[in-house]
């Protein structure tokens, strides 16, 4: 499946919230560094009470982002147009300790048990919500969940949304909390990670003097890694300087072998639903230096059941 590209769309915001990475130019390495989000203190405050851990990592990115892009003024409110803004959020794990406590509350009380303030954070959008209530965004709202590839599959719904004239701008949010739950789930200690990314149609974006910081490119999502990397558009005319990988993609030696590699996970630890739109960022961190070549992104391989693709230029 590849998106459109009858509209560019570009990358005008970002924002962070994840430990050992202190601003996104930091994730092309070596990580991890001092500083980034200490979960003790910035989890806290009036706005994250009632809010399940993913929705709190969620808007603490998520303001980051929107003051990157200018979107917002000095009381933090936003200041684009709000009815032409959509949210769109990556997560596998966001909410799941939330719905594992009130399956278990229910088996050992009943549904009497379960507390009103607590059920909102059982529904699978309950992350996107938060930010769009946050924001006063009235523009299409909704949550991929969609394995290993998710966090692309995200960038490439927001820019689709863009494309065809249902938004000018999207907030698009990759996060995955660090609990119990989710721990039990993956079979290893999961991480912290929240990051969000602001679209914006480049013409939205030039209207107000919006810094562009890297460009959408070819997206494509397949059964395999090599036809994702061809239907994205990735060719020998087309140079790729850095290439942002995960496990499946830092295994294959034969695709594009003379490009640098990064592997955020392998640093960081599991990012699942976060990873794609984390990569995103350290695309536009490697832009923005004037590097030579694209950034392609990629996630996926023989052990899921697909791989996806996302070439980002400056």
């Not at 092309?28 to 405050?45: I, K």
């Not at 399956?103 to 919500?129: E, Y």
């Not at 927001?158 to 996060?175: C, P, Q, T």
């Not at 994702?228 to 790729?240: D, Q, Y």
């Amino acid at each position: 499946m590849s998106t459109p590209s009858a509209r560019k769309v570009v990358v005008t915001g970002i924002g962070l919230a994840l430990p050992g990475v202190a601003k996104y130019g930091d994730l092309l390495g070596p990580l991890p560094v001092e500083g980034g989000l200490d979960p003790a203190t910035g989890l806290r405050g009036r706005e994250m009470r009632h809010k399940d851990r993913a929705s709190r990592l969620a808007l603490r990115a998520a303001e980051s982002a929107l003051h990157h892009a200018g979107l917002t003024d000095d009381k933090a409110t936003f200041t684009g147009v709000a009815d032409a803004t959509t949210v769109v959020v990556s997560t596998n794990l966001g909410n799941v300790d939330s719905v594992c406590e009130a399956t278990d509350t229910i088996a050992r009380t009943g549904v009497r048990g379960l507390s009103p303030l607590g059920l909102p954070q059982t529904s699978s959008n309950v992350i996107a919500g938060w930010v769009a209530i946050r924001y006063g965004l009235r523009g299409p709202n909704l949550t991929v969940c969609n394995g290993t590839t998710s966090g692309l599959d995200a960038l490439a719904w927001a820019r689709n949304l863009i494309v065809a004239g249902r938004a000018e701008a999207a907030v698009v949010v990759g996060v995955e909390p660090a609990n119990e739950v989710a721990t039990r789930l993956l079979g290893e200690q999961s991480t912290d990670a929240a990051v969000a990314i602001v679209l914006e149609s480049a013409d939205e974006a030039a209207s107000r003097g919006a810094r562009p910081r890297a460009t959408i490119g070819g997206y494509a999502r397949t059964r395999d890694l090599a036809a994702a990397l061809t239907s994205a558009g990735v060719t020998e005319k087309r140079s790729v300087g850095l290439w942002l990988v995960d496990e499946a993609g830092a295994g294959a030696g034969q695709l594009l072998a003379a490009t640098r590699r990064i592997d955020l996970e392998s640093q960081l630890g599991p990012l699942s639903g976060a990873l794609g739109i984390l990569q995103c960022a350290a695309a536009a961190a490697h832009l923005e230096r004037d590097a030579t070549g694209n950034v392609l992104a990629t996630a996926g391989g023989p052990r899921h059941d697909a791989a996806a693709a996302l070439l980002l230029t400056p």
